[in-house]
């Protein structure tokens, strides 16, 4: 786990990154200190700690401890942590005027439990204006909306063949990546130099159309075969990736290099590569 120093209205919060789980957990107390203005946040966190004990709450069942750095001395202690929904829970549990400012900080941080803010793909209702306010150009944003669809109907067919687990789901899509990109999620994220964020949001159009192709021959396959197991779908969910690896194979051909981009977010015009007639018009 990497440690690191986060900061809301000037007070530092710290945090570690887990990059197995690809979560965020915050140091309890320091986040106490925050929404309270507690001179002893220690004491606070343990009063509210027992009481929540007692009422039989997960919040303290789901309470880790995680070495983290102290700011007094500089040295690593065991210190009571909570991920992000845990913070959220946690943020319920203390009346504070700055739940609201702070939970709008924890989406910056990287939150996906606030849908609309953290996970445009979550955010569906708002579409195209949600990206829109995002920066994304609008060639982009037609080529992900129908991402987002061909997605849907890919998680509707693996749910129809007794998917349930969000692990599961993660499994089989780490396959089918891995299969026409040459990469697990973790490392295409690792190229594009992100954490928390969604992969597809930082796709360049391109990419986003070779994994389209991958979801939706996929589904189309296992619509056909209608497989019964789990082991069968993780076939089908390479079969359906390698059918886009060959169109990748193809374009990276013509193109002379590959169209696995570290682009991301960050330069959204960018995302949106043009064609030659597109440029010059």
């Known amino acids: 786990m990497e440690n690191k120093l986060k900061v809301f209205e000037s007070k530092q919060i710290r945090t570690l990154w887990n990059a197995e789980k690809e979560e965020w957990y915050f ?81 910056q941080v990287g939150s996906e439990r606030l849908d609309e803010i953290a996970d445009p793909e979550k955010a569906i209702l708002r579409g195209a204006e949600f990206y829109r306010a995002k920066g994304y150009t609008e060639g982009w944003i037609n080529q992900r909306l129908q991402t987002i669809e061909m997605r849907k109907e890919l998680t509707d067919e693996w ?79 390479r079969e359906g990736g390698a059918v886009a690896k060959n169109a990748r194979t193809d374009i990276e051909e013509r193109l002379g290099g590959s169209v696995i981009s570290p682009l991301n977010a960050k330069d959204k015009p960018a995302l949106e590569i043009k064609t030659t007639e597109e440029t010059e018009e």
């Open 27 to 107: 140091s309890v107390v320091d986040v106490v200190a925050v929404l309270t203005d507690s001179e002893n946040p220690n004491n606070y966190w343990k009063v509210l700690k027992h009481r929540l004990s007692k009422e039989g709450s997960e919040l303290v069942t789901n309470c880790n401890r995680l070495k983290m750095i102290s700011p007094k001395d500089g040295k690593s202690y065991f210190t009571d942590c909570l991920d992000t929904k845990g913070v959220l829970r946690l943020v319920q549990s203390i009346p504070s005027p700055k739940a609201e400012p702070f939970k709008m900080w924890l989406a």
């Open 159 to 237: 749910k129809a063949r007794g998917v349930e687990r969000d692990k599961d789901y993660a499994i089989l899509t780490n396959e089918m990546t891995k299969a026409w990109s040459g990469l697990t999620v973790k490392e295409y994220k690792a190229v594009k130099g992100l954490k928390k964020e969604n992969l597809r949001d930082n796709m360049t159009n391109i990419e986003l159309v070779l994994n389209m192709l991958a979801e939706v021959t996929t589904t189309a396959i296992s619509k056909s075969r209608q497989p019964e197991t789990f082991t069968e779908s993780k076939q089908i969910a």
